[in-house]
């Protein structure tokens, strides 16, 4: 099926409940929402949100983009 938007759009669809990578990023949401809860605002807490940030905006371009 084609989907609006191309083949990035079309590749996004791939993911599926078996795929371990995108399953561990999606449970490790909440932790790091616990983790900003108990750090506060602080430098720590900053560090782990944009590491998770990273990893999963990286994790899925990665996703989306291998098999070219």
């Known amino acids: 099926m084609n989907v609006p938007g191309g083949r990035f759009a079309n590749r996004l669809q791939e993911f ?10 999606l449970l490790a949401g909440p932790a790091v929402v616990v983790v900003l809860a108990v ?5 720590a807490a900053v560090a782990v949100a944009v590491a998770y ?3 999963f905006v990286s994790y899925v371009l990665y996703r989306a983009l291998e098999g070219d």
Do not use: I, K, N, Q
């Open 16 to 25: 599926t409940p078996d795929d371990r990578g995108y399953e561990w990023l």
């Open 53 to 55: 940030l990273v990893a």
């Open 39 to 43: 750090l506060g605002r602080s430098p």
